[in-house]
């Protein structure tokens, strides 16, 4: 079964709110890693957070990660219609490839 | 070069026959990643070389399916008589160490669809 599953498989919203993206996994980590896909490119790394850290920013991405749940959230403030694209949650192990999610495909109307 | 380059961009062959799929890594980066995505779905790992280690085939889904890395840098992933179910987009990543920065960078993949 997937290490990394993301919550809710899809997501819609209006320009301007809040989009909130969730990942569980089921084993330890060394890192969680959030990655973006735009339609028929390649991923994009977003934000990487590490078992020992809480919460990161970057610009308006927000990252949780709580291991006691072994869960982490991606929020994204003030969305725009450029954000739409799919997200991915991928888990590191250490010493292993990264495993991903299924993703959470994001769309924000203008 | 500037990221990883993957070619072709898209690949039309009919079931039965070889295909090759390239990946230029960004020069440097010693662990090479490829995945399998289907429409709508998430990576699925294929293999991975990492340095001058034997590469992890643990993902690859037939005999058909094989890869090696010239140098350290150029990789080849090769499916042989291909099947329907084989249409993806093959992705390629590298990453500077998997050990110590496991960030992997992405190419744009290659669309493979088997007629």
């Known amino acids: 079964s997937q290490q990394g599953e993301e919550d809710p498989q899809a997501l819609s919203i209006q320009e301007g709110e809040n989009a909130t993206m969730n990942c569980s996994y089921k084993t330890s980590i060394n890192n969680l890693q959030w990655y973006r896909q735009n339609s028929g490119r390649g991923l994009v790394h977003l934000i990487l957070?590490?078992?020992?850290?809480r919460e990161k920013h970057s610009g308006r991405l927000r990252v949780t990660l709580d291991t006691s749940k072994k869960s982490s959230s991606l929020l994204i403030t003030a969305s725009r219609a450029a954000d739409t694209a799919s997200y991915f949650c991928?888990?590191?192990?250490?010493?292993?490839?990264?495993?991903f999610g299924k993703g959470t495909r994001l769309s924000v109307i203008a | 070069g500037a990221g990883v380059s993957q070619s072709p961009s898209n690949k039309v062959t009919e079931k039965g026959k070889d295909v090759e799929l390239r990946c230029d890594p960004i020069?440097?980066?010693?662990?090479l990643y490829w995945y399998r995505q289907s429409l709508g779905q998430g990576l699925e790992f294929l293999i991975y070389f990492q340095g001058n280690s034997a590469p992890d085939k643990s993902g690859l889904p037939s005999d058909r399916f094989s890869a090696e890395r010239t140098g350290g840098s150029v990789s080849t992933l090769t499916i042989q008589r291909t099947q329907q179910e084989d249409s993806a987009v093959y992705l390629c990543a590298s990453s500077l160490d998997s050990a110590t920065s496991n960030i992997q960078y992405f190419g744009a993949g290659t669309r493979l669809s088997v007629l």
């Open positions: 020069s440097g980066h010693t662990a």
């Open positions: 957070i590490r078992s020992n850290e």
């Open positions: 991928a888990t590191d192990l250490g010493n292993t490839p990264l495993v």
